[in-house]
């Protein structure tokens, strides 16, 4: 690894193909590559939002950022992306695995059908399918032009709730029986897990062929949830508060750059210490 330390937590020249680009997150994890000198290259399903968010950041930050239309679910539809983003940039330098379906429990306390006895099938599978299968079939279009050119980096976006169960009391509301009490579903816990488990499953697959793949699990971030919810979650992490919405931009720049270059397999944790209790 070259250069004083700064330099290393640079991306200039790197393109950074962040999945689930148009959404909260996604759109974070894109500024903070423009902000390194990186080109984010934004892949959502909403295309044209995509498109709009890459347009912003490229006049923001003066890198050639892209918008693409691409299903995580559909490995055709990767592979057209991939050939379109090889063809424009010229390379793949980093996936972010991003992409997810996030229920959120309402003030009201409902999400149909979350509790674990009556969780639908169908759900588990579309849910599945967008925050597991999608990282997995990204990484092996994405990931395989890396292997193949012997370079490259995954970062897969787990949660803290990918090393802890949710804390289903935070979600109560009174006046509802325990059946019918809204919860984090299921699905959520074990996409954020199995993703641990793809990091380190690639990590080894790859080391030989220079593929760096690390997980990164954040805590919450506080956006417009009400205030009882905050209150109650803020109890649970040692600093007393969820994190603002550009605080992991850091964490992002060090896992996409060579600042992490003797880091594979592993699981960087940002969540305020929640998972230390």
């Known amino acids: 690894m070259n250069g004083q330390p700064r330099q290393r937590f640079r991306l200039d020249g790197q393109v950074v193909v962040v999945t689930g680009g148009a ?4 759109t974070m994890h894109s500024e903070a590559i423009a902000e390194a000198g990186g080109i984010p290259v934004l892949m959502d399903l ?40 090889v063809n424009d940039l010229g390379k793949v330098d980093v996936l972010i695995n991003n992409a997810a379906i996030d229920p959120k429990v309402q003030a009201a306390g409902k999400i149909s059908g979350s509790r674990f006895e009556h969780f639908d ?13 999608g990282a997995m079939l990204c990484s092996q279009v994405f990931g395989s032009g890396m292997a193949r050119r012997g370079s ?13 169960a ?19 579903p299921v699905t959520y816990s074990v996409i954020k897990h199995g993703l641990v488990g793809l990091t380190r ?22 956006t417009n949830q009400p205030d009882e919810f905050v209150t109650k979650l803020s109890s649970l992490i040692p600093m007393g508060r969820m994190a603002r919405i550009d ?15 003797y880091m594979t397999g592993t699981v960087l944790v940002m969540d305020g210490g929640r998972s230390c209790w």
């Not at 099938?121 to 299968?133: F, H, K, M, N, P």
């Not at 490259?152 to 802890?164: P, T």
């Open 247 to 261: 605080e992991y931009k850091g964490a992002i720049v060090f896992l996409a750059s060579d600042a992490s270059s």
């Open 46 to 85: 909403r295309g044209e939002e995509a498109k709009t968010t890459a347009a912003r950041i490229a006049r923001d930050f003066g890198v050639p950022a892209k918008g693409i239309q691409a299903s995580v679910t559909d490995r055709e539809s990767l592979e057209a992306a991939c050939k379109s983003i």
């Open 201 to 222: 499953y690639l990590a080894t697959y790859w080391a030989d062929r220079n593929v760096r793949v690390n997980a990164f699990a954040p805590g919450g971030v506080r």
């Open 121 to 133: 099938r169908d759900q588990w599978d579309v849910e599945i399918s967008v925050g597991l299968t």
């Open 166 to 184: 949710p804390d289903q009391r935070i979600y109560r509301q009174p006046g509802l029986a325990d059946h019918e009490q809204a919860v984090k």
């Open 152 to 164: 490259g980096v995954i970062v897969n976006i787990a949660s803290d709730l990918g090393l802890i």
């Open 23 to 26: 959404g909260l997150l996604g």
